[in-house]
């Protein structure tokens, strides 16, 4: 799934060079941090996140079989911050232990 993330925004960004993505596995959650350019981050997030929020439909349509749960965050370079998270982070997702955690909706 990384790879396939990596093929979407590659088409999305004018610095298709500096993407970089993490991939954090969990028992039964995997993370993919994405990280973009400068001046790209507005590409990948969108008018009003619709960009973003396409990605990770995608992403969770393509993973819906594996029976893992797949998160997307973008992370600001410049300031090591995650960009519209789409859960709130506990214990780093807690994703070495079997702990299950709740999205928040903002």
Same mark, same amino acid.
Do not use: C, W
């Given at each position: ?38 001046? &790209?981050?507005? !590409? ?8 973003? %929020?396409?990605?990770?439909?995608? +992403? /969770?349509? =393509? *993973? ?11 992370? &600001?370079?410049? !300031? ?8 709130? %982070?506990?214990?780093?997702?807690? +994703? /070495?232990? =079997? *702990? ?7």
């Amino acid at each position: 799934m990384k790879e396939f993330i990596e093929y979407l925004v590659k088409y999305l960004v004018e610095k298709p060079e500096e993407i970089h993505i993490n991939k954090i596995v969990g028992n039964s959650t995997v993370l993919l941090e994405l990280h973009v350019g400068d001046g &790209d981050m507005g !590409k990948v997030i969108g008018r009003r996140g619709q960009t973003v %929020r396409s990605l990770r439909t995608l +992403l /969770t349509a =393509s *993973t819906a079989k594996q029976g893992k749960r797949f998160i997307l965050e973008i992370l &600001d370079n410049r !300031k090591g911050k995650t960009v519209l998270p789409p859960i709130k %982070r506990v214990n780093d997702l807690s +994703l /070495t232990s =079997s *702990t299950n955690f709740k999205t928040e909706r903002k």
